[in-house]
C-alpha cells in the first residue's frame, strides 16, 4: 500500500501561481510513477501532469504545458507541480496518484491521494 497525502492547494487569483505536494508513506516511493490528475465540479476527472520513477521522464496535458511543472524527490517521498499563470479554468480538486507507468489514463495509478482544493478567481 502507498499512502498520498495532498497539500498545498487554496484561492488564488488569476495569474497568480501555487505548489502542491504530495507526500508519500508506505512502500519505496522511487518504485512509483507520480501522476496529478484533477476534477472541476461536474466534469470527469483529467491528466495534468506525470513523471517517471527516476524523473526523467514528464508528461503535461496540452492545457497546462508551460504552465505547469511537475517534479519529484525521492528522498522526500514527495511530488510536487508547480502551477503558475493560473487561471479560473484551472480550478479544481487536484490529485496525485501513484502507479507503475508515467502514462496518461488514471487507470494506471494505483494509489489515490485524497485531493487538494484549487480555486482561481478572475
Known amino acids: 500500500q502507498v499512502q498520498l497525502v495532498e497539500s498545498g492547494g487554496g484561492l488564488v487569483q488569476a495569474g497568480g501561481s501555487l505548489r502542491l505536494s504530495c507526500a508519500a508513506s508506505?512502500?519505496?516511493?522511487?518504485?512509483?510513477?507520480m501522476g496529478w490528475f484533477r476534477q472541476a465540479p461536474g466534469k470527469e476527472r483529467e491528466f495534468v501532469a506525470s513523471i517517471s520513477r527516476s524523473a526523467g521522464s514528464t508528461y503535461y496535458a496540452d492545457s497546462v504545458k508551460g504552465r505547469f511543472t511537475i517534479s519529484r524527490d525521492n528522498a522526500k517521498n514527495t511530488v510536487y507541480l508547480q502551477m503558475s499563470s493560473l487561471k479560473p479554468e484551472d480550478t479544481a480538486v487536484y490529485y496525485c496518484?501513484?502507479?507503475?507507468?508515467?502514462?496518461?489514463?488514471?487507470?494506471?495509478?494505483?494509489?489515490w491521494g485524497q485531493g487538494t482544493q484549487v480555486t482561481v478567481s478572475s
Open positions: 508506505g512502500r519505496t516511493f522511487s518504485n512509483y510513477a
Open positions: 496518484a501513484a502507479g507503475h507507468m508515467a502514462l496518461m489514463s488514471s487507470d494506471a495509478y494505483s494509489y
